[in-house]
T-cell receptor, first 119, second 112 residues
Framework: GAVVSQHPSWVICKSGTSVKIECRSLDFQATTMFWYRQFPKQSLMLMAT?????????EQGVEKDKFLINHASLTLSTLTVTSAHPEDSSFYICSARDPAVSSYNSPLHFGNGTRLTVT | AQTVTQSQPEMSVQEAETVTLSCTYD???????LFWYKQPPSRQMILVIRQEAYKQQNATENRFSVNFQKAAKSFSLKISDSQLGDTAMYFC?????????FGTGTRLQVFP
């Protein structure tokens, strides 16, 4: 089945630095990828929709200058947390829809997530 | 507003028994898809079952089945013959337009 690879699985960084998280679709081309954030024992909150070749669409309340999303190819989307602060510590999960399988209603394939800790 | 509500933060069930997780949602759309995802301690999101809103027949996948009541906007998940490996967070989700919206989750603990 379709696989989405997310890297790194965990990262620790110092406050003020930037961290890049990669999301790759391994056996399909993903024109659209989604980035979610999950706080401990909470649900997944959609941060933004990443569109290949165009700007990402951010959900209300998500700072686009802090969470930079780049979707330069059909198999790779990156999320960069800029000037990270301890409150950015969270679990970030990417997902992608295989356009060859079905329409927009097809289920998403999820990466394994990245645990970010900002000290 | 498009929302998903899971009113049971935690549930527990004994191994081999049956448990039902509830989910309600709100949308003005007429056609949409509903999903149940499982998130074990590994944090990997695993699709359990999905239901198309225009289909009246309830979806089933082995030990997992749903009770879909479109008029009531209810989408409950029934797990039969519960196994220890079913212990996880369960999220109800739906796609009313083009975004997957998650409920708050139900933590299910299966006891031996």
């Amino acid at each position: 089945g379709a696989v989405v690879s997310q890297h790194p699985s965990w990262v620790i960084c110092k406050s003020g630095t930037s961290v890049k998280i990669e999301c790759r679709s391994l056996d399909f081309q993903a024109t659209t990828m989604f980035w979610y954030r999950q706080f401990p024992k909470q649900s997944l909150m959609l941060m933004a929709t990443s569109n290949e070749g165009s700007k990402a669409t951010y959900e209300q309340g998500v700072e686009k200058d802090k969470f930079l999303i780049n979707h330069a190819s059909l198999t790779l989307s990156t999320l960069t947390v800029t000037s990270a602060h301890p409150e950015d510590s969270s679990f970030y999960i990417c997902s992608a829809r295989d356009p060859a399988v079905s329409s927009y209603n097809s289920p998403l394939h999820f990466g394994n997530g990245t645990r970010l800790t900002v000290t | 507003a498009q929302t998903v509500t899971q009113s049971q933060p935690e549930m527990s069930v004994q191994e081999a028994e049956t448990v039902t997780l509830s989910c309600t949602y709100d949308t003005s759309e007429n056609n949409y898809y509903l999903f149940w995802y499982k998130q074990p301690p590994s944090r990997q999101m695993i699709l359990v079952i999905r239901q198309e809103a225009y289909k009246q027949q309830n979806a089933t996948e082995n030990r997992f089945s749903v009770n879909f009541q479109k008029a009531a906007k209810s989408f409950s998940l029934k797990i039969s013959d519960s196994q220890l490996g079913d212990t996880a967070m369960y999220f109800c989700a739906f796609i009313p337009t083009d975004k997957l919206i998650f409920g708050t989750g139900t933590r299910l603990q299966v006891f031996p």
